[in-house]
């Protein structure tokens, strides 16, 4: 237990920098774009000299850059993530109002395409070169070369459209007015498609990586050791080849957790879920400083944690690794 | 401007292809209306202020015109005005003062009766010293004197003409709630995003990022309307998900052109779905070519001729706009009949004509055959505004200039074109707002400080013109005011300082269960009240 607080504290303590470098990084990239938000609200309706100073000095975008980028900094010590000028509200209410529903999603592919994937490619690499392992890998590959926003945009057309299972989008039927279990399972199957066109080109990768993991294991000596003492098929694919093929995957869980934040921005368009991913997308145009830094502060948090998930996963399944920590 | 900058389709102006079928199809001859439904239509922006009386644009008036009503809405008949909070107006002959006529018996959503009141405090506070249009039209205001609770005389200092006024009324003039507003700021108050008017339709809920939800005001002062229980705007910022939410039924309506163009023709044919040109015609908007004239070569005449003559519209209008569009002859569109007129010397398109006034101008072609080179920048405010400066450089070169194309995202586009000047040309879409004072003239005027948007903003300064449309704008009379805004069209259509390409509007795609579509020409921003859903 002490080794996994050990463990846990020593990532943390290297995430400090991380956040250090995305805090600079997004300041320094927004002002190098042209145009500020006061340029970006504009857009609406234009205005006069006066309105446009005036906006600008309420916005406080007539300070320079480093009296901006000190007073965010300040702000944040203070666990305050600033005002956010395109919604004309706080950073960290328009944030949490968003953030349950892209943890869903996520969660949702994560543990889909992640359980998914291995079963499948333990079924593709228990026999490599049969006729399952053939389909399950073309199959694979079509996924896998397949743009999400198109594969979304199919689900839709198929299933929402023409057989009309699953709604359209949103995360919600609009008005209902409904509460408790039935909610619940309302948000479920608005969540199903979206989370099918996010996971299953995650799901593709997962399959390849695990049937590669489970040919290798197949010519490994303690596999035929496996053999000698007469262990069924059965169990020295799950038991034996399967445990040590996870590996690479368990890799790969961490590194998908990242992905999909701008994967998602494409996807909730499709499906008009109001998500992180377009809130970033939405700040971007606005150029909505604080918000966009919002954003990349809690995304870096959840890539940061889950990164913590594998590493303390792997120990556990790798004992070497546990020894080394 | 527009509605949001990820804007990716618009439409046509009048009538387009498919569009008399649909009209056919609609029916606008109404049997009785049926009462009640919930109408679910699609929006792609949620403005971070919904107030139509601070942001008079179309993003806002979409949702607000249903809450906020103005004093007059935009009408196909009679003097194309329709009464709304005003019931009748007439402007003193000294041009001094507009005499209106409000409305009896009409409440707040709260309640409280509606006054002349509010009005005076709208006017005053509000549209003359917030509102982006009104800062401007209302400049000169300087009283609204309310002798009794349904008059209200609008005061000038300087002879402001009554045409121009009553041209505002639509866009410029949503009333609101001085109990609400008064001593507070009128900027950050709560109301800005939670509605409260005297329309047909109250403000429930906005939940950011899924939808708006309105509902049908009881004691609308319409006795008999409005026809819809509630209307929903659904957010749906993907175009492709917008299209596959009206073929199934899931919403009702796609306005300002949701569904790009190219898909269109298919959706047209799905049972049930109508697409449908009209009711755009107040917002219309211009396909230009703006000009930096701070550029030596462009500073010539005969060289901005040069570059009108290169452009083949009919080509930009079949190929970009797929034919819903139609081809501009200057800053008036033909659908404003009292200011327009097509007595313009436009230069037509013809490469040879171009070639001969380039070399005339001096700037002869060089050894690469390019006579100078220029830096285009299209604006991303429409896909049709990219696709045509990806037109207009291989229309260019055929005449032996080489254009450079810069892209920008929106922010980007407006500092360096606006505030920086740092551009030849640039692909612009101006919308005509009723009035040449009132979206028009700012374009040609001198003399307008650095980083105001749609505006002056390229070095143009032409005396004759200046005068123009220093003489309009004391021109009380409404028949010499359109004479003189005739001698300017004249003016710019000789010396070109913008040229113009192309006239377009939005369409929309509707079920054909919605009744009352488009029968008014800014129908998708005005208040719906007679609009009904047949079951």
Redesign the interface.
Known sequence: MTRILAVARRRLLHSIPVVAIVVLGVFALLEA?????V???????????E??QRLRQEWGLDRSFLARLGAYLTALAHLDLGWS????RPVSA?LF??LPNTLMMMAAAICFSFSAGTLLGIAAGARPGSLRDRILSLVSLGLYAMPSFWLG?ML??GF??KL?WF?????ES??MGKTGLARALDIARHLVLPVLSLGLIYLALYLRLMRTGMIEAWRSDYIRTARAKGLTPRRIAFRHAARNALLPVVTMLGLQAGALLSGSVVVE???????MG??AFEAV???DVPLLLGVFLISTLMVILANLFVDLLYARLDPRVAAEG | ??????RRGFLAGSLGVGGAAAVSRFGWAQGAARQGGTL?VAADSE???LNPAI???N??FYVASKVIEPLAEQSYDGDGLAPRLATAWSGAADGKSVRFTLRQGVTWHDGKPFTSADVAFSALDVWRK?Q??G??VFKDLEAVETPDASTAIFRFAKPTPAQLIQNALPSLTAVLPKHLYEGTDINANPAN?RLVGTGPFRFV?HR????Y?LERNAAYWDAGKPHLD?I?Y?????P??VA??I??N?IQLAAFSAVPLADLARIGKVPGVVVVTKGYEGITYQLTVEINHRRKELADMRVRRAIAHAIDRKFVIDTIFLGYAKPAAGPVPAFDTRFYTPDVATPGFSTRDAERLLDEAGYRRGGDGMRFRLRLLPAP?FEQTRQFGDYLRQALRAVGIDAEVVR?????????VY?DHNFDLAVGSPVYRNDPAISTTILYQSG??A?????NQYGYADAEVDALIAKAAATIDGAERARVYRDFQKRVGEQQPIIHVAEFSFISVARDRLRNVANNPRWTTSNWADTWLAS
Request: glycine share 12%; aromatic share 6%; proline share 8%.
């Open positions: 774009a042209p145009g500020d938000a340029d970006a609200y504009l857009v609406i309706g234009g205005g006069d000299a309105m446009i000028v395109a919604f004309a328009v109002e968003r945009l839709l057309v929402a459209v009309a709604p359209l989008g949103g995360i609009v008005g368009s499709v499906f008009a879920i109001p998500g377009r809130l145009t606005q150029r | 401007m527009k509605l949001g900058s990820s679910v403005p971070r202020n942001i008079a644009s993003g806002v917030l982006n249009l800062r401007v995003t809920e950011p990022g899924q939808f939800r509630a929903v659904r957010v749906l910022p993907d492709g998900a596959a939410a073929e199934a899931e405010f920008n995202d929106t922010p980007g586009h407006l500092k360096a505030t307008l400080p980083g105001v948007p749609f505006a």
